[in-house]
């Protein structure tokens, strides 16, 4: 896959990253025509923010689907459990990285049932 290939060509588990974006953000699903709905990845511990959930190196992919090192793969990495809204126009996006299926699972299973929030809305908290 093409690390420089921009949102429409993205999947779910898809570790991105956007020029206006601080944090590498899990893609899950397209949102609406401007928008979609992923979560970030972190370095920051629920020791530090409950809200952040470990992640696991079985979680990531080592290597794209041509043997090329992902940019993002596992660092002592978390996720924040939340649904995040991010826009399109906060990109261009760039694949950098990919959850496994057992890291996709992972993320969802604590995002169930959770309803995607603007981040400044979480912050305000």
């Excluded at 370095?43 to 041509?66: C, M, Q, R, T, V």
């Excluded at 939340?82 to 959850?99: A, E, F």
Aim: charged share 30%.
């Amino acid at each position: 896959m093409n690390h420089q290939e921009q949102f429409y060509k993205m999947t779910k588990g898809d570790v991105i990253k956007g020029e206006k974006t601080d944090h590498p953000i899990v893609f899950i699903k397209n949102d609406v025509d401007d928008q979609f709905i992923g979560c970030m990845i972190t370095h920051s511990s629920s020791d530090l923010y409950p809200n952040n959930i470990g992640l696991k190196s079985a979680h990531f992919f080592e290597k794209d689907d041509e043997g090329n090192d992902w940019k993002i793969k596992y660092d002592n990495s978390y996720f924040v459990e939340l649904y995040l809204i991010k826009r399109n126009d906060w990109g261009p996006y760039k694949i950098k990285g990919r959850l496994t299926q057992d890291g996709v699972e992972f993320v969802e299973k604590y995002l169930k049932g959770k309803t995607p929030i603007w981040w400044n809305e979480y912050n305000k908290k």
